[in-house]
């Protein structure tokens, strides 16, 4: 299995890069599919994690804190089953690519990563780096809540507060990386960390007996497990181990929702979300097309409401999870989704507060 790069754009090949001289996102010129029929759920040695499914994966296992087989519940009041995410070690669904990601940084000879990030991909990296023995420096908003701050710092990064945009944030860890800072350990970029989030279709599949739902919902900001999910239907689906992918649908925040006509207000309660310029932003567009998918703008007084709902239900998340059972309330009420659908959501991070 080769885990050289390549660029989708240009055809340049690397050993390791972030991102192309061309300035496009790279992608593991090897993407393994599934051997032969699918095995019986029962006999998947979860024990392993997501790493369960290793022959799918183009990294080696250097670092794991256990991530991956979060429980799919089903969830009556939403008429839907809940893929719980929040219950990852540190608290979202970016510990699997972390986990990937940071394995990539040490078989690439990495001894310090910078990361950027709103909150959870930061303390994400900077946990699995600080478990793998390596230094970490993590680019956060000036605004980024205490409770995510604290979080970070407690791994022992070193954290750098950018004032300004969550664009400007990227930037200033760029130049950091183009610097000398470290390795890019960019959840955006870097396709290990998707290769990661592909792992959340695999899991929801197997834990269904290899029959996919009809649609699932999720937050979208990068992408980073919208296309995740996109890549691992999709190789289930050429695999033959289902029917057909099903339709991915996003929920963004208004004033952050590059892929809807959003008019609405600043959603300033979905921190984790705020991207305006996705880097792969023809890869979710693609993906939306190929899967009849499409993609609402939730606003901040829905988030704070459907937040406190979950909160009473029984499930503390963060108010960025609470965007995406608001868009599957809403894609009911427009007619995209039946009522009777069998639809799964994903709940992607807990609450730090």
Request: aromatic content about 8%.
């Given at each position: 299995m080769s885990s050289d790069l390549?660029?989708?754009?240009?055809?340049?090949?690397?050993?390791?890069?972030?991102?192309?001289?061309?300035?496009?996102?790279?992608?593991?010129?090897?993407?393994?599919?599934?051997?032969?029929?699918?095995?019986?759920?029962?006999?998947?040695?979860?024990?392993?994690?997501?790493?369960?499914?290793?022959?799918?994966?183009?990294?080696?296992?250097?670092?794991?804190?256990?991530?991956?087989?979060?429980?799919?519940v089903e969830a009556p009041d939403w008429d839907c089953a809940f893929k719980l995410e929040s219950v990852s070690p540190t608290g979202s669904f970016?510990?699997?690519?972390?986990?990937?990601?940071?394995?990539?940084?040490?078989?690439?000879g990495a001894e310090r990563l910078v990361e950027d990030s709103s909150g959870n991909a930061g303390t994400a990296i900077a946990t699995y780096?600080?478990?793998?023995?390596?230094?970490?420096?993590?680019?956060?908003?000036?605004?980024?809540?205490?409770?995510?701050?604290?979080?970070?710092?407690?791994?022992?990064?070193?954290?750098?507060?950018?004032?300004?945009?969550r664009a400007d944030?990227?930037?200033?860890?760029?130049?950091?990386?183009?610097?000398?800072?470290?390795?890019?350990?960019?959840?955006?970029?870097?396709?290990?960390?998707?290769?990661?989030?592909?792992?959340?279709?695999?899991?929801?599949?197997?834990?269904?007996?290899?029959?996919?739902?009809?649609?699932?919902?999720?937050?979208?900001?990068?992408?980073?497990?919208f296309l995740g999910l996109y890549r691992g239907f999709r190789a289930l689906s050429d695999a033959g181990?289902?029917?057909?992918?099903?339709?991915?649908l996003g929920a963004q925040a208004t004033g952050y929702a590059p892929f809807t006509d959003d008019s609405g207000g600043d959603n300033h309660r979905a921190d984790g979300i705020h991207i305006r310029e996705p880097v792969r932003a023809g890869e979710v567009e693609t993906a939306i097309a190929e899967t009849d998918g499409e993609v609402v703008a939730i606003d901040a007084e829905t988030t704070d409401r459907e937040h406190e709902r979950l909160h009473r239900e029984g499930f503390p998340v963060?108010?960025?999870?609470?965007?995406?059972?608001?868009?599957?309330?809403?894609?009911r009420e427009r007619g995209v989704l039946a009522a009777d659908a069998d639809v799964v959501v994903a709940l992607t991070g807990r609450s730090k507060a």
């Open positions: 390549q660029c989708a754009v240009c055809g340049n090949r690397y050993a390791d890069r972030w991102r192309c001289a061309c300035e496009q996102p790279l992608d593991f010129v090897d993407r393994p599919l599934p051997d032969g029929s699918a095995p019986e759920p029962a006999t998947l040695d979860t024990r392993d994690g997501l790493w369960t499914f290793s022959d799918l994966l183009p990294v080696e296992r250097r670092v794991t804190l256990g991530e991956g087989w979060t429980p799919l970016k510990d699997r690519g972390a986990a990937l990601t940071v394995s990539r940084a040490l078989a690439c780096a600080a478990r793998a023995g390596l230094e970490s420096e993590i680019y956060v908003p000036a605004d980024v809540t205490a409770a995510k701050l604290r979080a970070i710092e407690r791994t022992g990064a070193e954290v750098v507060r950018i004032e300004g945009s944030v990227t930037e200033a860890a760029i130049d950091a990386v183009e610097s000398g800072a470290g390795w890019y350990a960019s959840h955006a970029w870097r396709p290990s960390f998707y290769t990661g989030t592909q792992t959340v279709a695999l899991e929801i599949t197997a834990q269904r007996d290899w029959h996919a739902p009809e649609a699932v919902v999720c937050p979208l900001g990068h992408g980073t497990l181990w289902i029917d057909e992918s099903p339709r991915l963060e108010p960025t999870s609470a965007v995406a059972p608001a868009a599957l309330q809403a894609y």
